[in-house]
C-alpha cells in the first residue's frame, strides 16, 4: 500500500547547495557565481530546427528559442528510465532528488520515474515533484549528449503550464532546482490533499470560448463553486469545482450550448477556489525560498505575460495560481506578439503535450520535443 511520510524540508542557500553534488561539477558550466548567487550564464542559442525534430549538427548561428516546460499530466512510468541508464548527469540529479526527497515517499523519486505503478505516479503529489525532476534532467543530461549545445541557445522566452512554471523560473536563473523540487512537493501534496477534502473535479468544453465558458459556470454554479480553470488554446477551456457542478455543466454545456464536454480524470477541482488551503501552505514554503528576478522572460500563468515583478510579486503570482485560471493561449499569444516569428521552439520532457496546445494557437508553429529526442538517441 502506498504511504506517503511526513516530509522534513531544509530550503538551501546558494553557497551552500554548490557543494552538495558532484552534479555539480557540469552545472557550474552553466552557472556563474554573482553576488553571492547562482545565476545562469547568458545563453547563446539551440537550433532543433522549425521543419521538426533534427538530430543533425548544431548551427553555429544563433537562433532565438522558446523552451515549453510541461505540467501535470505529462507524466508516465518509465519516463526518465533511459536517461539515468545512459547519462552520469541524469544518475547523479536522481540520487540527489532521492537524497534531498528521502522523507517524503515510501519509495524514492527514482523508482517512482523509473519503475512504479501508474496508480501512485499519477498522485498529485507524486506526479508534481516527478515531472519537475524529469523536465530539468532533460535539460541538463541533454547538454551532456550535446542534444543541446549552450553556446547556441538564444532564449527568447520560458514558459510552464502550471507546475512547468517553476521550471521556467529555474532554467531562468529566479531559483535553485533543488528549492523548487521542494516547493512542487509541498505545492503537489497540498493540492493532494485539498482535493480530498473538497471533492472537485475539472470539465473540459471544446469549442468554446472565454465568454461562453463563464456563461455556462453563471448558470448552473447555484450555490457551489465552478470557474473556468484553464485558457489551453482557442476553443479549449476547462471548468473546475465542486462535482456536482461539473455534472451540471456537462449537462448543460451538452444539452443548451452545443458544446462537446469531458469530465478529467483528476484529483480535485485544481485553479479554483476550492484550492485556497493549498494556496495558503505554498504561500509560507514560497517566503522560506531565495528568489531573484529571471535574467529571461518566464511567463505568468496567471497574468498571461512575462514576470517582471519584484521577486515577492514572484511570489504571491505562484501563490494566487492554485486559484485563478491559467492563461497558457495569452502566455502563448503574448509570444506571437512581442517576439520575431521565426523562433524554435522546445519542450522539454515528459511527453508531448505541450506541442499539441501549440498547435490550436498557432499551426506555424513547430516543437521539438527533448522526450522523443532524448529517448531516441539514449536507446542507441
Not at 110 to 121: N, T
Not at 290 to 296: A, G, N, T
Not at 345 to 362: D, H, Q, S, V
Request: charged fraction near 20%.
Amino acid at each position: 500500500m502506498y504511504h506517503q511520510p511526513k516530509p522534513h524540508f531544509l530550503f538551501l542557500s546558494p553557497t551552500f547547495v554548490s557543494r552538495i553534488s558532484s552534479t555539480r561539477l557540469f552545472q557550474q558550466r552553466l552557472l556563474t557565481q554573482q553576488g553571492g548567487k547562482l545565476v545562469p550564464n547568458n545563453f547563446r542559442g539551440i537550433h532543433v530546427g522549425k521543419g521538426g525534430t533534427r538530430q543533425t549538427s548544431i548551427q553555429a548561428s544563433a537562433r532565438p528559442t522558446v523552451v515549453l516546460c510541461p505540467g501535470q499530466g505529462a507524466q508516465y512510468v518509465g519516463m526518465g528510465k533511459l536517461w539515468i541508464e545512459k547519462c552520469l548527469s541524469a544518475k547523479e540529479l536522481f540520487e540527489e532528488a532521492d537524497d534531498l526527497l528521502s522523507s517524503s515517499f515510501s519509495l524514492s523519486i527514482s523508482e517512482l520515474c523509473c519503475d512504479g505503478s501508474k496508480d501512485v505516479l499519477d498522485r498529485t503529489d507524486v506526479a508534481q515533484p516527478a515531472i519537475f525532476l524529469i523536465s530539468y534532467i532533460s535539460w541538463i543530461s541533454s547538454q551532456e549528449m550535446k542534444l543541446v549545445v549552450r553556446e547556441n541557445i538564444s532564449l527568447s522566452a520560458l514558459a510552464g503550464l502550471s507546475l512547468g512554471e517553476y521550471t521556467a523560473l529555474v532554467l531562468g536563473g529566479a531559483m535553485l532546482w533543488q528549492d523548487a523540487l521542494r516547493l512542487v512537493q509541498i505545492r503537489g501534496k497540498a493540492m493532494q490533499e485539498a482535493s480530498e477534502r473538497t471533492k472537485g473535479g475539472m470539465v473540459a468544453l471544446m469549442g468554446c470560448t472565454e465568454e461562453q465558458a463563464w456563461e455556462c459556470c453563471s448558470a448552473v454554479r447555484q450555490d457551489q463553486v465552478l470557474i473556468p480553470a484553464n485558457f489551453n488554446s482557442p476553443g479549449q477551456v476547462v471548468l473546475s469545482g465542486h462535482l456536482e457542478a461539473c455534472q451540471r455543466a456537462i449537462e448543460y454545456a451538452t444539452s443548451k450550448m452545443q458544446l462537446k464536454a469531458t469530465p478529467l480524470s483528476v484529483a480535485g477541482a485544481f485553479h479554483s477556489p476550492l484550492m485556497e488551503s493549498a494556496s495558503n501552505t505554498l504561500s509560507k514554503a514560497l517566503e522560506q525560498v531565495e528568489i531573484v528576478p529571471p535574467k529571461y522572460p518566464v511567463l505568468c500563468n496567471v497574468t498571461g505575460s512575462p514576470h517582471v515583478e519584484s521577486p515577492s510579486m514572484i511570489r504571491q503570482r505562484l501563490s494566487e495560481q492554485l486559484t485563478s485560471p491559467v492563461r497558457w493561449a495569452d502566455c502563448m499569444k503574448y509570444i506571437e506578439k512581442h517576439f520575431p516569428d521565426e523562433q524554435d521552439w522546445l519542450e522539454l520532457a515528459p511527453g508531448k503535450t505541450l506541442a499539441g496546445l501549440l498547435r490550436r494557437i498557432n499551426r506555424k508553429w513547430r516543437v521539438s520535443s527533448l522526450d522523443e529526442i532524448g529517448n531516441a538517441t539514449v536507446m542507441k
